[in-house]
T-cell receptor
Framework: AQTVTQSQPEMSVQEAETVTLSCTYD???????LFWYKQPPSRQMILVIR??????QNATENRFSVNFQKAAKSFSLKISDSQLGDAAMYFC??????????????FGEGTQLTVNP | KAGVTQTPRYLIKTRGQQVTLSCSPI?????VSWYQQTPGQGLQFLFE???????NKGNFPGRFSGRQFSNSRSEMNVSTLELGDSALYLC?????????????FGPGTRLLVL
């Protein structure tokens, strides 16, 4: 079974600064998908960024980028120019590839990000 | 397009009762997945429905069940409620449940069992 680990329960960053959230995972599969989701106080889960394991290029979405190290099974999220609205719980998630795997996501424990003005 | 909707948003029940939660996916989405979120266990996959059939199931007891209707709306039912069932229940939808698809989450139903 796959596992996802986020070793930082809490992180803080100053507004406009850069912060990196860590995530490691364990799998024996060669093809899979990785995601970062954000859950603000409203509890609505919002997709931040996704990475396909077969792509060597790191995904980027505006101020959000990932550092995907497949051999090390590491998938960190970098938030640049942090804004107050970035404050939320961030979850790293894994999904297997393939028709039979369906939509099952395996989540990490989450990292609570605080943005200080 | 309207997002994923869940009803009710909040629910209080007592031990031993049963509860039914509803999820309406984004229009055109046929796959609905359910997750339980608790402080102790985090986010855990319950099950996935696609075209009215359960396609995937997580490691939960048989007290947790679900179904999907022909319009893709889904319900989950928890019978004989226990205190530990208190949680935020999230549903997510995607077009066909393919592993390459993005899942879109609803706002959740917060269940409190007394």
């Amino acid at each position: 079974a796959q596992t996802v680990t986020q070793s930082q329960p809490e992180m803080s960053v100053q507004e406009a600064e850069t912060v990196t959230l860590s995530c490691t995972y364990d799998t024996s599969e060669s093809d899979y998908y990785l995601f970062w989701y954000k859950q603000p106080p409203s509890r609505q889960m919002i997709l931040v960024i996704r990475q396909e394991a077969y792509k060597q290029q790191n995904a980027t979405e505006n101020r959000f980028s990932v550092n995907f190290q497949k051999a090390a099974k590491s998938f960190s999220l970098k938030i640049s120019d942090s804004q107050l609205g970035d404050a939320a719980m961030y979850f790293c998630a894994y999904r297997s590839w393939g028709e039979t795997s369906g939509s099952r996501l395996t989540f990490g424990e989450g990292t609570q990000l605080t943005v200080n003005p | 397009k309207a997002g994923v909707t869940q009803t009710p948003r909040y629910l209080i029940k007592t031990r031993g009762q049963q509860v039914t939660l509803s999820c309406s996916p984004i229009s055109g989405h046929r796959s609905v997945s359910w997750y339980q979120q608790t402080p102790g266990q985090g986010l855990q996959f319950l099950f996935e429905y696609f075209s009215e059939t359960q396609r995937n199931k997580g490691n939960f007891p048989g007290r947790f069940s679900g179904r999907q209707f022909s319009n893709s709306r889904s319900e989950m039912n928890v019978s004989t409620l226990e205190l530990g069932d208190s949680a935020l229940y999230l549903c997510a939808s995607s077009p066909a449940g393919g592993s390459q698809e993005t899942q879109y989450f609803g706002p959740g139903t917060r269940l409190l069992v007394l």
